[in-house]
């Protein structure tokens, strides 16, 4: 028998896709956004920037993006976007907030075998109401005993996390694939890591994990969790 763990899972690009919508239109965005002088990777790196300022006050999901994408333009084009253009800008980035759900390969069954086992509790980060709506399309809610919504997933979030729940940090574990936000606070706050790194995992959200790290274990699909808890 398999001692019984907590797993502390990450939504977005973990159990379903997400970034790699915000990258079409992103694309799409910058393509719109034509400009003299700068091409599309300094005009990316120009939004990446501000995106980053904005995170930190105004938090993460599709309402921060599409301030960004104002943002830029305003910045690029050396005035404040008009009402046409702000138009343009919500119709770019409606598919946001109506697109569904695309679980990733195998969720909902490594969810429900790893749930007979172990206690399973979900962490994420963004606007509370947009994720709240994702976790409901999703329909993977019944398979945790908690669900969390943080503004940001930092060091704190995580020691708030272990004190609201009792966990025992040494046998708790955070799955995701962020090293910025899933992996690295997570350790810092004591708690073991599964490393499942999402080709389209949003730069903001890259870092280094210690590849020799005996508290981190590295896989290359969420399905695999099964043949390690």
């Known amino acids: 028998m398999r001692r019984e763990q907590v797993l502390v899972f990450d939504a977005d690009d973990t159990l379903w896709e997400n970034n790699v919508v915000f990258e079409r239109v992103i694309a799409q965005f910058l393509g719109w956004l034509d400009h003299p002088a700068l091409g599309l990777p300094e ?3 120009v939004l990446d920037e501000i995106q980053a300022a904005n995170a930190v006050t105004h938090g993460y999901g599709s309402g921060m993006l599409i ?20 138009a343009e800008i919500a119709a770019l980035a409606a598919v946001l ?13 490594t969810l429900a075998r790893l749930g007979v086992r172990h206690r399973l509790l979900l962490l994420t980060k963004g606007d509370a109401e947009e994720q709240r709506r994702k976790i409901d399309a999703s329909g993977l809610a019944p398979y945790f005993q908690a669900l969390e919504i943080v503004p940001e997933k930092d060091d704190a979030a995580y020691r708030r996390l272990i004190t609201a729940y009792g966990l025992d940090p040494a046998e708790s574990w955070m799955i995701g694939n962020s090293p910025k936000s899933d992996i690295l606070p997570a350790r810092r706050a004591g708690m073991n890591a599964v490393f499942i790194p999402h080709a389209h995992t949003w730069v903001l959200e890259h870092g280094e994990v210690d590849a020799s790290d005996p508290g981190v274990l590295h896989l290359g699909a969420l399905t695999e969790l099964v043949d390690h808890f």
């Open 43 to 45: 005009r990316r790196a």
């Open 97 to 109: 907030i109506d697109h569904q759900v695309e679980l990733v390969p195998g969720a909902a069954d």
């Open 67 to 86: 301030r960004s994408f104002a943002d830029c333009a305003t910045r690029l084009r050396g005035r404040p976007v008009t009402a046409a253009e702000t």
